[in-house]
C-alpha cells in the first residue's frame, strides 16, 4: 500500500510526546526517539531462536545474549550440536568469536563484518550497528500506511555520518505501540539491499517487543531468516566477567 501524502498527516493526531521525545522536535525526530525509548534498556538478556531459509533447506539456531547498554554484549549459542558453544563477544566497536571445535578466538574487522553470521541474512556488520537509531539517522514523516491492520507513520531515515552499513532507510511504525513493523534498507545508490518484517509483538516487561521478525537479504537467493525471542528479561542484572575475552574460552 502507498503511503499517505504528507498533506494528510496534518489531520491525524499525533502520538503523546513524552521526555525523550519534546514538543520542539520535528515530527519524524519525535517519533523515532519513541521507538528508542521503547526497546531500550540499560541492560537485558534473551534467549531466541534463529531459523535460516536458504536454497537447501532450513536449520535452526539457538542462542542466548546478555547485552549491556550499546557497547556490550556477550552471545553463547546452545543448539543445535554443531555449533554449541560457540560464542561472540562485543566490546565497543570491536567483534569478537570462539569457536571450541578449533579453540580459535578471532577478532573479526574490516571485510569480514560483511560476513553472514551463521550463514543467515545477517552480517557481522549489522550486529555491530548502534541499536539506538537516532543516534545514526535523521528521521523524516514520508506519510501514513497500514500494515496488518495496524496504523502506521512511515518515516525516511537518512544516514547522519559516513560510513554506515545502510545509507538510507525507510521504516513503518506502529503509531500505538511505537514499534517497527517494516523496514526497508537502502545503499547510496538507492539500490534496496535488506528487509525487515515484523510478524509478532508481545508486550513484555511495560514495553512493546517484536517476538517474531524475518530478516532479508535481497541480494541472496534464500527465503529469509526468522528470528523468535523465546524470553526476554529487561534491566537484567549481569555479571561483569562475561564482557572479557576471557569468557569466550570458559
Aim: with cysteine; hydrophobic share 40%; charged share 30%.
Amino acid at each position: 500500500m502507498k503511503p499517505a501524502p504528507l498533506a494528510l498527516l496534518l489531520l491525524l493526531a499525533a502520538a503523546p510526546a513524552d521526555a525523550a521525545a519534546p514538543d520542539s522536535l520535528p515530527a519524524g525526530e519525535r517519533i523515532l526517539r519513541r521507538v528508542d525509548a521503547n526497546i531500550g534498556s540499560d541492560s537485558k538478556i534473551s534467549v531466541a531462536t534463529m531459523t535460516i531459509r536458504g536454497r537447501r533447506g532450513s536449520r535452526t539456531v539457538r542462542s542466548r545474549s546478555w547485552i549491556q547498554g550499546m557497547a556490550r554484549s556477550f552471545t553463547e549459542y546452545l543448539d543445535p550440536p554443531r555449533e554449541r558453544g560457540v560464542k561472540m563477544l562485543k566490546l565497543g566497536d570491536e567483534l569478537w568469536t570462539y569457536s571450541p571445535t578449533t579453540d580459535r578466538t578471532i577478532r573479526i574487522s574490516g571485510h569480514m563484518l560483511r560476513q553472514s553470521v551463521m550463514g543467515s541474512d545477517l552480517s557481522y556488520e549489522d550486529l555491530m550497528e548502534d541499536p539506538v537509531l537516532n543516534n545514526l539517522y535523521t528521521a523524516t514523516v514520508a506519510g501514513a500506511d497500514t500494515l496488518a491492520g495496524r496504523a502506521c507513520w512511515v518515516l525516511d531515515l537518512d544516514a547522519k555520518r559516513e560510513g554506515l552499513a545502510y545509507h538510507r532507510r525507510r521504516v513503518w511504525v506502529d503509531r500505538e505501540r511505537d514499534v517497527l513493523l517494516r523496514e526497508d534498507r537502502f545503499a547510496r545508490s538507492g539500490r534496496l539491499l535488506k528487509t525487515t518484517e515484523v510478524r509478532e509483538v508481545e508486550r513484555i516487561a511495560g514495553r512493546w517487543v517484536p517476538v517474531r521478525v524475518v530478516f532479508r537479504d535481497v541480494l541472496s537467493a534464500g527465503e529469509g531468516t526468522e528470528f523468535h525471542v523465546e524470553s526476554i528479561t529487561f534491566d537484567a542484572d549481569i555479571p561483569e566477567h562475561l564482557f572479557s575475552k576471557a569468557a569466550l574460552r570458559r
